[in-house]
Protein backbone atom coordinates (compact mmCIF):
# COMPACT_ATOMS: atom_id res chain seq x y z
CA UNK A 1 0.00 0.00 0.00
CA UNK A 2 1.32 3.68 -0.56
CA UNK A 3 1.82 6.06 1.93
CA UNK A 4 3.18 9.70 2.18
CA UNK A 5 4.90 11.02 5.38
CA UNK A 6 5.68 14.77 5.94
CA UNK A 7 7.69 15.04 9.16
CA UNK A 8 7.28 18.48 9.89
CA UNK A 9 4.02 19.83 10.91
CA UNK A 10 4.54 23.38 11.32
CA UNK A 11 7.44 25.01 9.50
CA UNK A 12 8.16 29.15 10.74
CA UNK A 13 10.30 31.07 8.06
CA UNK A 14 11.09 34.78 7.81
CA UNK A 15 9.50 36.44 4.41
CA UNK A 16 12.62 36.64 2.10
CA UNK A 17 13.98 33.35 3.41
CA UNK A 18 14.11 29.87 1.82
CA UNK A 19 11.91 26.89 2.36
CA UNK A 20 11.99 23.37 2.38
CA UNK A 21 8.93 21.03 2.68
CA UNK A 22 9.99 17.28 3.29
CA UNK A 23 7.64 14.97 1.85
CA UNK A 24 8.76 10.78 2.21
CA UNK A 25 6.55 8.36 0.23
CA UNK A 26 6.44 4.89 0.13
CA UNK A 27 5.54 3.19 -3.25
CA UNK A 28 5.65 -0.34 -4.83
CA UNK A 29 6.21 0.88 -8.16
CA UNK A 30 7.09 3.84 -9.89
CA UNK A 31 5.62 7.01 -7.91
CA UNK A 32 3.10 9.72 -9.18
CA UNK A 33 4.08 12.45 -6.59
CA UNK A 34 2.10 15.67 -6.11
CA UNK A 35 2.32 18.85 -3.58
CA UNK A 36 -0.57 20.67 -2.90
CA UNK A 37 -1.49 24.00 -1.14
CA UNK A 38 -4.75 24.19 0.81
CA UNK A 39 -5.81 27.81 2.30
CA UNK A 40 -8.15 27.83 5.17
CA UNK A 41 -11.55 26.76 3.85
CA UNK A 42 -10.66 26.29 0.72
CA UNK A 43 -10.14 22.97 -1.54
CA UNK A 44 -6.52 21.95 -2.78
CA UNK A 45 -4.19 23.72 -5.39
CA UNK A 46 -1.70 21.37 -7.36
CA UNK A 47 1.55 23.02 -7.61
CA UNK A 48 3.22 20.69 -9.24
CA UNK A 49 3.25 16.95 -9.87
CA UNK A 50 6.11 14.44 -10.85
CA UNK A 51 5.17 11.60 -13.37
CA UNK A 52 8.49 10.70 -14.84
CA UNK A 53 11.99 12.39 -16.53
CA UNK A 54 13.58 15.07 -15.21
CA UNK A 55 13.59 14.61 -10.99
CA UNK A 56 13.39 18.12 -10.82
CA UNK A 57 10.25 19.55 -11.51
CA UNK A 58 8.83 23.29 -11.54
CA UNK A 59 5.58 24.68 -10.66
CA UNK A 60 3.57 27.37 -10.07
CA UNK A 61 3.82 30.70 -7.66
CA UNK A 62 7.78 30.16 -7.30
CA UNK A 63 8.22 26.76 -6.43
CA UNK A 64 10.21 23.48 -7.58
CA UNK A 65 10.44 20.07 -6.00
CA UNK A 66 13.38 17.50 -6.98
CA UNK A 67 12.58 13.59 -6.87
CA UNK A 68 15.28 11.49 -5.27
CA UNK A 69 14.41 7.56 -5.50
CA UNK A 70 17.16 6.73 -3.36
CA UNK A 71 15.84 8.36 -0.48
CA UNK A 72 12.21 8.15 -1.39
CA UNK A 73 11.41 11.55 -1.13
CA UNK A 74 10.03 14.64 -2.73
CA UNK A 75 10.46 17.79 -1.21
CA UNK A 76 9.35 21.41 -1.65
CA UNK A 77 11.36 24.20 -2.03
CA UNK A 78 11.32 27.92 -2.46
CA UNK A 79 14.31 30.35 -2.86
CA UNK A 80 12.61 33.42 -1.42
CA UNK A 81 9.10 32.85 0.37
CA UNK A 82 6.52 35.45 0.38
CA UNK A 83 3.57 36.14 2.95
CA UNK A 84 1.22 35.13 0.69
CA UNK A 85 2.53 31.56 0.98
CA UNK A 86 1.68 30.74 4.35
CA UNK A 87 -0.69 28.05 3.67
CA UNK A 88 -0.88 23.90 4.20
CA UNK A 89 0.97 22.65 2.11
CA UNK A 90 0.10 18.57 1.58
CA UNK A 91 2.67 15.88 -0.19
CA UNK A 92 0.45 13.05 -2.22
CA UNK A 93 1.53 9.64 -4.16
CA UNK A 94 -0.82 8.41 -6.93
CA UNK A 95 -1.64 5.03 -8.03
CA UNK A 96 -2.78 5.39 -11.98
CA UNK A 97 -5.96 3.83 -12.57
CA UNK A 98 -6.90 1.84 -15.56
CA UNK A 99 -7.65 4.43 -18.21
CA UNK A 100 -6.12 7.31 -16.23
CA UNK A 101 -5.88 9.52 -13.35
CA UNK A 102 -4.95 8.99 -10.17
CA UNK A 103 -6.14 7.98 -6.63
CA UNK A 104 -4.26 9.51 -4.57
CA UNK A 105 -2.41 9.47 -0.65
CA UNK A 106 -2.15 12.45 1.00
CA UNK A 107 0.57 13.28 4.00
CA UNK A 108 -0.69 14.55 6.87
CA UNK A 109 0.56 18.06 6.02
CA UNK A 110 2.89 21.00 6.77
CA UNK A 111 1.52 24.20 8.01
CA UNK A 112 3.63 26.75 7.12
CA UNK A 113 4.14 30.27 8.93
CA UNK A 114 5.63 33.34 7.66
CA UNK A 115 6.95 35.65 9.74
CA UNK A 116 6.65 39.29 8.60
CA UNK B 1 -8.21 24.35 -17.33
CA UNK B 2 -10.26 21.61 -16.01
CA UNK B 3 -12.72 22.87 -13.03
CA UNK B 4 -14.44 20.81 -10.36
CA UNK B 5 -17.45 22.61 -8.95
CA UNK B 6 -18.53 21.71 -5.41
CA UNK B 7 -21.88 22.69 -3.95
CA UNK B 8 -22.80 24.07 -1.41
CA UNK B 9 -19.25 25.31 0.16
CA UNK B 10 -20.89 25.65 3.65
CA UNK B 11 -24.26 24.00 5.16
CA UNK B 12 -25.82 23.70 8.53
CA UNK B 13 -28.10 21.45 9.32
CA UNK B 14 -29.86 19.81 12.51
CA UNK B 15 -29.17 16.48 13.59
CA UNK B 16 -31.28 13.96 12.17
CA UNK B 17 -31.49 15.46 8.53
CA UNK B 18 -29.65 14.32 5.48
CA UNK B 19 -27.33 16.61 3.54
CA UNK B 20 -26.52 16.59 -0.32
CA UNK B 21 -23.51 17.51 -2.04
CA UNK B 22 -22.50 17.98 -5.38
CA UNK B 23 -19.53 17.72 -7.40
CA UNK B 24 -19.37 18.48 -10.75
CA UNK B 25 -16.97 18.64 -13.79
CA UNK B 26 -17.43 21.82 -15.98
CA UNK B 27 -15.49 20.99 -18.72
CA UNK B 28 -14.67 17.32 -18.92
CA UNK B 29 -16.38 14.33 -18.44
CA UNK B 30 -15.04 12.35 -15.10
CA UNK B 31 -16.56 8.16 -15.37
CA UNK B 32 -14.81 8.40 -11.64
CA UNK B 33 -15.02 11.07 -8.76
CA UNK B 34 -12.98 10.74 -5.39
CA UNK B 35 -14.92 11.95 -2.16
CA UNK B 36 -12.57 12.87 0.90
CA UNK B 37 -12.91 14.14 4.25
CA UNK B 38 -10.79 16.76 6.27
CA UNK B 39 -11.33 16.54 10.03
CA UNK B 40 -9.84 20.46 11.40
CA UNK B 41 -5.75 20.34 10.87
CA UNK B 42 -5.51 17.05 9.37
CA UNK B 43 -5.28 15.57 6.40
CA UNK B 44 -7.91 14.43 3.76
CA UNK B 45 -9.17 10.80 4.04
CA UNK B 46 -9.99 9.33 0.79
CA UNK B 47 -13.78 7.76 1.95
CA UNK B 48 -14.44 6.31 -1.28
CA UNK B 49 -14.59 6.31 -5.11
CA UNK B 50 -17.67 6.88 -7.12
CA UNK B 51 -17.93 5.05 -10.38
CA UNK B 52 -20.48 6.61 -12.98
CA UNK B 53 -23.05 3.83 -13.86
CA UNK B 54 -22.18 1.35 -10.71
CA UNK B 55 -21.67 0.99 -6.95
CA UNK B 56 -19.61 3.30 -5.23
CA UNK B 57 -16.04 1.77 -3.93
CA UNK B 58 -15.99 2.53 0.13
CA UNK B 59 -12.83 2.81 1.87
CA UNK B 60 -12.59 0.48 5.29
CA UNK B 61 -14.27 1.62 8.07
CA UNK B 62 -16.59 4.00 6.03
CA UNK B 63 -20.05 3.55 6.17
CA UNK B 64 -21.95 2.90 2.85
CA UNK B 65 -25.18 3.34 4.67
CA UNK B 66 -24.26 6.49 6.10
CA UNK B 67 -22.20 7.91 3.16
CA UNK B 68 -24.90 7.56 0.06
CA UNK B 69 -22.74 8.10 -2.93
CA UNK B 70 -25.06 8.55 -6.48
CA UNK B 71 -22.86 9.26 -9.88
CA UNK B 72 -25.55 10.10 -11.66
CA UNK B 73 -24.08 10.70 -14.91
CA UNK B 74 -20.44 12.20 -16.29
CA UNK B 75 -19.90 15.17 -14.80
CA UNK B 76 -22.08 14.68 -11.66
CA UNK B 77 -21.61 12.93 -8.47
CA UNK B 78 -23.56 13.55 -5.27
CA UNK B 79 -22.42 12.73 -1.77
CA UNK B 80 -25.51 12.37 0.77
CA UNK B 81 -24.78 12.39 4.22
CA UNK B 82 -27.49 10.66 6.01
CA UNK B 83 -29.26 10.78 9.25
CA UNK B 84 -26.59 13.44 10.57
CA UNK B 85 -24.47 13.76 13.98
CA UNK B 86 -22.58 16.36 15.36
CA UNK B 87 -19.66 13.95 14.88
CA UNK B 88 -20.31 13.81 10.90
CA UNK B 89 -19.38 17.53 10.99
CA UNK B 90 -16.03 17.86 8.38
CA UNK B 91 -15.04 19.47 5.33
CA UNK B 92 -15.41 17.44 2.64
CA UNK B 93 -13.58 17.02 -0.44
CA UNK B 94 -14.49 15.82 -3.87
CA UNK B 95 -11.93 15.46 -6.70
CA UNK B 96 -12.09 14.10 -10.12
CA UNK B 97 -9.47 12.79 -12.66
CA UNK B 98 -8.89 14.16 -16.08
CA UNK B 99 -8.81 11.36 -18.29
CA UNK B 100 -8.25 12.42 -22.04
CA UNK B 101 -4.47 12.82 -21.28
CA UNK B 102 -3.90 13.36 -17.96
CA UNK B 103 -3.01 11.79 -14.92
CA UNK B 104 -3.89 14.19 -12.42
CA UNK B 105 -7.25 15.41 -10.03
CA UNK B 106 -8.60 18.23 -9.72
CA UNK B 107 -10.22 19.40 -6.79
CA UNK B 108 -13.41 20.92 -5.79
CA UNK B 109 -13.61 23.89 -3.35
CA UNK B 110 -14.91 21.81 -0.28
CA UNK B 111 -17.67 21.80 1.55
CA UNK B 112 -17.88 22.73 5.41
CA UNK B 113 -20.64 20.71 7.01
CA UNK B 114 -21.69 21.71 10.51
CA UNK B 115 -24.11 19.60 12.19
CA UNK B 116 -25.85 21.00 15.57
Known amino acids: AQSVTQPDIHITVSEGASLELRCNYSYGATPYLFWYVQSP?????????????????????????????????????????????????????????????????????TQLKVEL | GAV?????????CKSGTSVKIECRSLDFQATTMFWYRQFPKQSLMLMATSNEGSKAT??????????????????????????????DSSFYICSAPVLVGGTEAFFGQGTRLTVV
Open chain 2, 58 to 87: YEQGVEKDKFLINHASLTLSTLTVTSAHPE
Open chain 1, 41 to 109: GQGLQLLLKYFSGDTLVQGIKGFEAEFKRSQSSFNLRKPSVHWSDAAEYFCAVGAMLTGGGNKLTFGTG
Open chain 2, 4 to 12: VSQHPSRVI
